[in-house]
């Protein structure tokens, strides 16, 4: 990969939200979740796809703070809209990890 300038960086909305729903999506290709995501009064609620099914189980996700791109374009996955991004780090095995603050933020936090 090749370098980006700030400008071009700083055109990346992240934001922090809290996973508010969880469901199971059958018709997504790989194992995935439907996460219903809570960026209080900044984005209000937003759907995202996410392809972690058999490293996640729902309750761990429920409730929990998460880190996800706000203004990439909605993307169709399978029968659904999926409207952010949400980030994890991958491992060299493919293995993942999501990212979260180290505590409490408010819905909606700008990460930079």
């Given at each position: 990969m090749g370098n980006i300038t700030r400008e071009e960086f700083?055109?990346?909305?992240?934001r922090v939200?809290?996973?508010t729903a969880v469901d199971e999506f059958p018709e997504a290709r790989q194992p995935s979740y439907l996460?219903?995501?809570d960026f209080g009064p900044v984005l209000g609620v937003k759907r995202s796809s996410a392809a972690?099914?058999?490293l996640y189980e729902p309750q761990e996700l429920t409730g929990r703070l998460v880190v996800a791109v706000t203004n990439f374009p909605p993307k169709q996955i399978a029968n659904r809209?999926?409207?952010v991004l949400v980030l994890a780090a991958v491992n060299a095995d493919g293995s993942m990890r999501l990212l979260q603050p180290d505590g409490e933020v408010e819905l909606g936090a700008r990460v930079r």
């Amino acid at each position: 990969m090749g370098n980006i300038t700030r400008e071009e960086f700083e055109r990346i909305e992240m934001r922090v939200g809290r996973v508010t729903a969880v469901d199971e999506f059958p018709e997504a290709r790989q194992p995935s979740y439907l996460m219903t995501i809570d960026f209080g009064p900044v984005l209000g609620v937003k759907r995202s796809s996410a392809a972690i099914e058999p490293l996640y189980e729902p309750q761990e996700l429920t409730g929990r703070l998460v880190v996800a791109v706000t203004n990439f374009p909605p993307k169709q996955i399978a029968n659904r809209m999926s409207e952010v991004l949400v980030l994890a780090a991958v491992n060299a095995d493919g293995s993942m990890r999501l990212l979260q603050p180290d505590g409490e933020v408010e819905l909606g936090a700008r990460v930079r």
